[in-house]
């Protein structure tokens, strides 16, 4: 059963009561990622992300991790381009003490100048180790390739002179910014009433103020450019992606289906050709990234130099077949029961529900229940699907980028796109 309130305050409590597990997952979810940072504090979310786990004026770092481990729980956190995720999962009798952390970490946090020169270091080594793994380092390049001009384009991490530029001052400017009630969204997933949780936000919570920062942003234009990056590594990563659509727009659900059949999963279209018929490619795949404004749906490839340009021309010739062909009956009905059963499959957890219903609430302000979703995966025909192939998969409207050892056959490989 899914239960929503508000604080007086302005944070949003929102839970999922699973009577049948023994845990709880709590998320507290804030309205905040790399989009909204400037070029001086650039990878300041994932930076504030660690530093709440560093100690806080109740609890030292070894306090928060020796708690957490010595009920059994869970404890982590990530940052992506528009939100960030503090949680933890412990048994339900454990309900409160994963809040009183959560609470005191997110309001107590310290910030030391000696934690913050410490996991300076820490994200420097992060941000060397990154760059050390390729087939993750493309997609970074390929979103800054498309999106170049914009914030969305750049990644999460930061780079070494914004990094090694924090200080407590930049900090605590962009905490006091955007960790207030009203970008706040507090979620429960679990053995648990919404009637005890609500309570528990109240008390740990309900005395929180402040206002978010005003922002304006507008949404990114796609960049078809061609980016090629030499790296004298044993594989060539490619990324090649166009425009996909946002978050809320009523073609969410056939973009689903169309990166299914595109490149979604092992029966995929890309999958079966080039790794299963041809052996040209151990990991190739399509994705979507969707934002509240904005949309890309990338294909990803890792191949060996030699594969490169026969990769390149399989990966296109799936394109223009969907162009020139289509999609036909039995494909579509496939693929929505593949989607349908992954989706369900995917939240016999808490950590799953709560994940879903958090991110919800923080990126729609609305709860879609399982059976709105599967009604409106099964409501996706051929036409829309024909519709959003031709207005989307544009050949001059793909951009191109390129992470490995290149030549003079890669090069022209991807001219002739």
């Known amino acids: 059963m899914y239960c929503k309130s508000l604080l007086s305050n302005g944070i949003r409590v929102v839970s999922e009561t699973i009577p049948y597990v023994k845990s709880v997952t709590l998320g507290i979810w804030i309205g905040t990622g790399s989009r909204f940072e400037k070029k001086y504090n650039h990878g300041i979310s994932h930076f504030i992300e660690h530093m709440v786990f560093k100690g806080t004026e109740n609890r030292s770092a070894k306090d928060i991790a020796e708690t957490v481990d010595g009920v059994g729980g869970q404890i ?62 493309v997609h970074d390049l390929h979103h800054n390739n498309v999106w170049a001009e914009h914030a969305l384009g750049h990644n999460i991490i930061g780079t070494t002179p914004s990094v090694e530029s924090f200080n407590k001052n930049i900090i605590l400017e962009y905490y006091q910014s955007f960790y207030t009630p009203d970008n706040i969204v507090i979620a429960g997933a679990g053995n648990l009433s919404h009637e005890r949780l609500e309570a528990l936000v109240e008390y740990y919570f309900g005395n929180m103020i402040g206002q978010r920062k005003s922002l304006s942003s507008t949404a990114p234009n796609l960049i078809p450019a061609q980016i090629i990056q030499s790296k004298n590594i044993e594989q060539v990563h490619i990324c090649l992606g166009t425009t996909s659509v946002p978050q809320t727009s009523p073609d969410i659900y056939t973009m689903h289906i169309l990166n299914t059949i595109v490149g979604g999963g092992i029966s995929s279209r890309l999958f079966q050709s080039i790794r299963e018929e041809q052996g040209l490619a151990y990991s190739i795949y399509s994705y979507q990234t969707n934002y509240s404004d904005a949309g890309l749906f990338t294909i990803y490839a890792g191949t060996r130099p030699s594969n490169t340009s026969q990769v390149i021309e399989l990966i296109i010739d799936n394109i223009n077949t969907l162009r020139n062909v289509g999609i036909n009956a039995v494909e579509l009905a496939k693929t929505k029961e593949q989607l349908k059963g992954s989706l369900l499959l995917s939240l016999e957890s808490s950590s799953s529900r709560m994940f879903r219903i958090g991110k919800m609430e923080l990126t729609l302000k609305r709860f879609i229940t399982l059976d709105e979703v599967v009604a409106k995966i099964d409501k996706v025909t051929l036409e829309n699907l024909h519709n959003i192939i031709h207005t989307l998969l544009i050949p001059d409207r793909f ?19």
């Open 76 to 137: 982590n956190a990530f940052t992506t381009k528009e939100h960030t995720c503090y949680y933890i999962k412990v048994l339900d009798t454990h309900l409160e003490l994963a809040l009183a952390i959560l609470s005191d970490m997110l309001r107590s946090s310290i910030f030391t100048e000696e934690d913050i020169k410490h996991e300076k270091e820490v994200v420097l080594e992060e941000i060397c180790m990154y760059e050390d793994t390729p087939d993750e380092l």
């Open 399 to 417: 951009a191109f980028t390129v992470l490995g050892p290149v030549n003079e056959e890669i090069y022209n490989a991807i001219k002739r796109f």
